[in-house]
């Protein structure tokens, strides 16, 4: 029974973050967003015949600026491992370009666009 139990897991791990952060820029306004997603709850199963084939979420997401509504949709295979993902309105960005956007936003207000 080792096999299964190390298949699945089983024991004490240290709990940590699993979630997926998704860093994206509004196409509009150039605003950037910061989005998490919780693998463990916010997946919905794709059923093939009879079992879960794979996994997909999809989120809406405005940012704080324009509050233009972009779309992300994400997906997964049957072990919750990301195959692909799409963004209507936005660009993805990397966690960098998330910080310098966000230490640009902070340093000069939008006073004056
Ligand atoms: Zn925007």
Partial sequence: MGFLK???????????????????????????VHVR????????AEYGD??????????????????RR???ELHFDARRRETSRELEGGDFITVEEYETLRAERLAKPSANV
Avoid at 37 to 44: H, T
Wanted: proline share 5%; glycine share 10%; aromatic share 8%.
């Fill in 37 to 44: 997603i919780d693998p463990q709850n916010e997946l919905a």
């Fill in 50 to 67: 009879s079992e879960a084939e794979g996994y997909q979420v999809v989120k809406e997401i405005t940012d704080d600026r324009c509050f």
């Fill in 6 to 32: 190390k298949l699945f897991g089983g024991g004490e791990q240290t709990p940590q973050d699993r979630g997926i952060h998704l860093y994206i820029k509004c196409q509009r306004c150039g605003a950037p």
């Fill in 70 to 72: 972009m779309r992300a």
